[in-house]
């Protein structure tokens, strides 16, 4: 199993920016996609970006130009980021990391981004 704990998540005045990070441990061998999923309250959860293991990237057409998805692969870890530039209102929501590997599926436990003046 991947186990996966994300980070970087706070208050951001509109057009700031955050850098989020979701540390992957365990079965890390076995991970062919990562993605960030982000639900805010009474919404369905929605794909903000995923990455593959070859390196391909996909984004929701409302973050292309504004988010940018990466990951680094250590010998222990994988570390996926987002970072999300000229935030706006709409992009508050609890921000999740996932993983789908051999070994299974996995999520975090998620990280707020509220963006309010």
């Known amino acids: 199993q991947v186990q996966l704990v994300e980070s970087g998540g706070g208050l951001v005045q509109p057009g700031g920016s955050l850098n989020l990070s979701c540390a992957a441990s365990?079965?890390?061998?076995?991970?062919?996609?990562l993605a960030w999923y982000r639900q805010a309250p009474g919404k369905q959860r929605e794909l903000v970006a995923s990455?593959?293991?070859?390196?391909?990237?996909?984004?929701a057409d409302s973050v292309k130009g504004r988010f940018t998805i990466s990951r680094v692969d250590a010998k222990d870890t994988v570390n996926l980021q987002m970072q999300m530039n000229s935030l706006k209102p709409e992009d508050t929501a609890a921000y999740l990391c996932?993983?789908?590997?051999?070994?299974?599926?996995?999520w975090g436990q998620g990280t707020q981004v509220t963006v309010s003046s």
């Open positions: 990455i593959t293991r070859g390196g391909n990237t996909n984004y």
């Open positions: 996932y993983a789908r590997a051999l070994s299974g599926n996995s």
């Open positions: 365990g079965s890390i061998a076995s991970i062919y996609f």
